[in-house]
């Protein structure tokens, strides 16, 4: 089983609606998580962490978490084009060395 | 500006041929690390390091050296290129292992 796992989509999502990405991960006893998005080219930019059980809100981001169900989710409202990138779930994990560990990303296309 | 810079951009070079891919930051970070991104298999860390003078090996070390005898500095280097190393390479930093990471601009290397 993979340590972080993310579906690769593509996964494609009219102007304006909900952008709905998941992320689960296998290390019960993590605590922090992280959502980088990506575009083409470019490096990974921060632009969500979550630490604890619930929602975290941001502009048209949220991230939710549920440590009992291991898995993080971003949603992203009134979807832009501009959203239009590759998602990258990141989980801090606690065994062996800390570090940051990262799913595979979701290509998030957002068509006008 | 807080940034992560990393140099060359685009590096084309040929089987063999020893290369160093510069990375500095000035953030003060602690925490410095190198990934490779390949198409499907997501961010791999290569090495990492906690602090001047301490360098640890990631996920996919081989073919790989770094150094850290500078806090702002964390070379990659690449003895004897070989075409299975080319691909996208990101530098990144933290302020502490498993802190959220700010990446550089990338280095794309083909090996030929």
């Known amino acids: 089983q993979k340590e972080v796992e993310q579906n690769s989509g593509p996964l494609s999502v009219p102007e304006g609606a909900i952008a709905s990405l998941n992320c689960t991960y296998s290390?019960?006893?993590?605590?922090?998580f992280f959502w980088y998005r990506q575009y083409s080219g470019k490096s990974p930019e921060l632009i969500m962490s979550?630490?604890?059980?619930g929602d975290k809100e941001d502009g048209r981001f949220t991230a939710q978490l549920n440590k009992a169900s291991q898995y993080v989710s971003l949603l992203i409202r009134d979807s832009q084009p501009s959203d239009s990138a590759t998602y990258l779930c990141a989980v801090k994990t606690i065994q062996g060395a800390q570090k940051l560990v990262f799913g595979q990303g979701t290509r998030l296309t957002i068509n006008p | 500006e807080a940034q992560v810079t990393q140099n060359p951009r685009y590096l084309i070079t040929v089987t063999g041929k020893k290369l160093t891919v510069t990375c500095s930051q000035n953030?003060?970070?602690?925490?410095m690390s190198w990934y490779r991104q390949d198409p499907g298999l997501g961010l791999r860390q290569i090495y990492y390091s906690m602090n001047v003078e301490v360098t640890d090996k990631g996920d996919v070390p081989e073919g790989y050296k770094v150094s850290r005898k500078e806090k702002r500095n964390f070379p990659l280097i690449l003895e004897s290129p070989s075409p299975n190393q080319t691909s996208l390479y990101f530098c990144a930093s933290s302020l502490s292992a498993g802190s959220p990471l700010h990446f550089g601009n990338g280095t794309r290397l083909t090996v030929t």
């Open positions: 290390d019960r006893g993590s605590q922090s």
């Open positions: 953030m003060n970070h602690e925490y």
């Open positions: 979550i630490y604890s059980n």
